[in-house]
């Protein structure tokens, strides 16, 4: 990457179109303050990420306000409801939300199918389902942080268009 000037205004949808190699995913790296830039910075409100005296800070806060939905999914060897709400206690899991978001990832017919529904268990590293339902169940851990700012890196790539185009529509 070389000579890149973006500017990202809130609530804005924006696409990054390119060859393989072409240093996508290093560019959402740097963005989600995951990679540091061999030259330049990252602003937020005219503020620095990187060269600020709060950096530390600023970045900590900046990566806490993302849901980054990558290539490669991890799924842990736990129930659907677990690995949507990742990292939550099971007991304070909320359903209802859960729920919610699972319609809106074009995810709840499919649970509904499996004999134990949300507490159906995926298998290590999702073993037990397809490549889309890995996305979707992805996409709605992202949405069940609420974040203000979500990454998606070829998260729907083994979607197919109609349920993609659905997912998006309920995202947005």
């Not at 963005?31 to 005296?53: A, F, H, R, V």
């Not at 949405?143 to 659905?166: C, G, H, M, P, Q």
């Amino acid at each position: 990457l070389n000579n890149i000037n973006l500017t990202i205004n809130k609530g804005e949808k924006i696409g990054i179109i390119g060859n393989t190699g072409s240093g996508k995913t290093t560019l959402l790296d740097i963005i989600m303050g995951l990679m540091t830039p061999t030259q330049g910075d990252l602003e937020l409100d005219n503020i620095s990420l990187y060269k600020s005296n709060e950096s530390s800070y600023l970045m900590s806060q900046w990566r806490s306000i993302i849901s980054h939905v990558p290539q490669d999914i991890y799924l842990s060897d736990a129930s659907i409801v677990e690995n949507i709400a990742f990292g939550i206690p099971k007991a304070e899991i909320n359903y209802e939300k859960v729920k919610l978001i699972c319609e809106k990832s074009q995810l709840s017919r499919f649970i509904e199918s499996t004999h134990k529904g949300y507490d159906s268990f995926v298998g290590e590293r999702g073993v037990r389902l397809s490549g889309g339902q890995k996305q979707r169940i992805a996409i709605a851990r992202a949405l069940y942080r609420d974040s203000e700012f979500i990454v998606f890196d070829e998260a729907t790539s083994a979607l197919d268009n109609s349920t993609e185009k659905k997912l998006m529509n309920a995202i947005q």
